[in-house]
C-alpha cells in the first residue's frame, strides 16, 4: 500500500491519448447534402401521398381555383349590368310618376274647372230678365277667397254682372284688392295690385257688356294671417269705387 502512494507520488503519469482519423470538411458536406436532399424529399413525397390519401388533388385544386375565379369575374359582370338595369328601371318609375301626377293634376284641375263651370251656368240660368227697384247697375256675386297650394298663395274669384238696364254697355274700369291682415300681432293693410307692377296693373283691368269672371292670385309673407278681403270696382274715370264687398278668407 505504501509502495503505491509512494509510486503515485513520484512517478510520471501521462494522460491518455486517443487517435481519431481526420476527415475533410468538403468530405462531410459532400456526404450531408445528398442525406438531407434525400430527407426532404422523402418529407415532401410523404406529405404529398398524405395529401392524395385525403382527397387533394393539387392539380384539380388550381384548375377548381382557376374555375372559381372565372365564376367570381361572371358574377361581377352580372352583378354591374344588373345593377345598371336597376337604376334604369327606377328612373323610369320615377319619370312613370312624375307623370302619373301630372296627369292626376291635370285630372283634378279639369275637374275643378268643370266644377266652376257649372255653378256658373247654373248661376247665369238664374239670373233676372227684368230690372228690379232696388238692383244696382254693378253687382259683384260668388266672392271667394281660397289658399292655392303654396303658402302665401291666394286666390280671389268673384263675378261681375251688370244690371239689366246696363246690360249691353261696354264697363271698363280696373278692381282692387285690399287684404286686412295680422304680421306679428300688428294690424297691417295690403293693396294688389301693385303700382310699380305694371303687368300686375294689367291683369286687374275689366271690360265687359254683361258680365265678367274674375279669377285673380296673390302672393303675400306667409307670416301673415288674412281677416278679411275687400274687392273693389273703379270705373275709368272715376276715383271713387262704384261696386264694394268684402269677404273672409274661405
Known amino acids: ?22 476527415v475533410p470538411w468538403y468530405i462531410r458536406w459532400a456526404i450531408a ?39 367570381v369575374m361572371t358574377l361581377r359582370d352580372e352583378n354591374s349590368r344588373l345593377g345598371s338595369q336597376a337604376a334604369s328601371f327606377e ?9 302619373n301626377q301630372e296627369i292626376a293634376n291635370q285630372i283634378q284641375a279639369l275637374l275643378d274647372e268643370n266644377t266652376r263651370l257649372k255653378e256658373n251656368l247654373a248661376f247665369f240660368q238664374n239670373l233676372p230678365l227684368a230690372q ?11 266672392l271667394k277667397v281660397e289658399r292655392d297650394s303654396l ?44 303700382e310699380n307692377a305694371p303687368q300686375e296693373v294689367a291683369a286687374y283691368q275689366l271690360n265687359f257688356k254683361y258680365y265678367q269672371v274674375v279669377d285673380r292670385a296673390f302672393k303675400i309673407s306667409p307670416d301673415i294671417a288674412i281677416e278679411s ?8 274715370g272715376v276715383r271713387e269705387p262704384k261696386v264694394v264687398q268684402s269677404v273672409g278668407l274661405s
Open 151 to 194: 303658402p302665401g298663395e291666394y286666390n280671389c274669384r268673384l263675378i261681375l254682372v251688370q244690371s239689366v238696364k246696363q246690360r249691353g254697355k261696354a264697363f271698363q274700369g280696373n278692381m282692387q284688392l285690399i287684404v286686412n291682415a295680422v304680421q306679428d300681432g300688428q294690424k297691417v293693410v295690403l293693396q294688389f295690385p301693385l
Open 132 to 142: 228690379s227697384e232696388n238692383e244696382s247697375e254693378l253687382s259683384i256675386l260668388r
Open 33 to 71: 447534402i445528398p442525406i438531407i436532399l434525400a430527407l426532404s424529399g422523402a418529407v415532401w413525397w410523404a406529405y404529398d401521398i398524405g395529401l392524395e390519401l385525403a382527397g387533394f388533388h393539387r392539380g384539380q385544386a388550381a384548375k377548381e381555383l382557376e374555375d372559381l375565379r372565372e365564376k
Open 91 to 99: 328612373r323610369q318609375l320615377q319619370m312613370g310618376n312624375a307623370a
Open 229 to 236: 278681403v275687400q274687392v273693389r270696382v273703379f270705373e275709368r
Open 1 to 22: 500500500m505504501r509502495f503505491r502512494k509512494f509510486e503515485r507520488r513520484f512517478s510520471i503519469s501521462a494522460q491518455r491519448l486517443s487517435v481519431r482519423p481526420h
